[in-house]
Nanobody
Framework: QVQLVEYGGGLVQAGGSLRLSCVAS????????MGWYRQAPGKQREWIAG???????NYADSVKGRFTISRDNAKNTVSLQMNSLKPEDTAVYYC?????????????WGQGTQVTVSS
């Protein structure tokens, strides 16, 4: 069984930092893209950052320059370093990974972790 488990999150004051991590485990053949999404109350889930198989990264304009995504292929891990946090960054953050498994290529989601930024 394949699963993504997220770590990190919590409550931080505006201007502070948090680091999220996500570990993929199970019968994984290989990992393609990995990324982070978030969903604020009353809003749709939005993509915020992604990293390809190599080191190519992309960011939503709302987090560019403040957030950094990275992956450790040896540990099947993707992380999100969040700096200069703002109250509008408050949301549930979800890890996403496109995985090659025995049955084919599938998208998986983590369970979500709450990030709350106080003003």
């Amino acid at each position: 069984q394949v699963q993504l488990v997220e770590y990190g999150g919590g409550l931080v004051q505006a201007g502070g930092s948090l680091r999220l991590s996500c570990v993929a485990s199970g019968s994984i053949v290989s990992i393609n893209t990995m990324g982070w999404y978030r969903q604020a109350p009353g809003k749709q889930r939005e993509w915020i950052a992604g990293v390809a198989t190599g080191t190519s990264t992309n960011y939503a304009d709302s987090v560019k320059g403040r957030f950094t995504i990275s992956r450790d292929n040896a540990k099947n891990t993707v992380s999100l370093q969040m700096n200069s946090l703002k109250p509008e960054d408050t949301a549930v953050y979800y890890c996403n990974a496109n995985l090659q498994v025995l049955g084919g290529t599938l998208n998986y989601w983590g369970q979500g972790t709450q990030v709350t930024v106080s003003s």
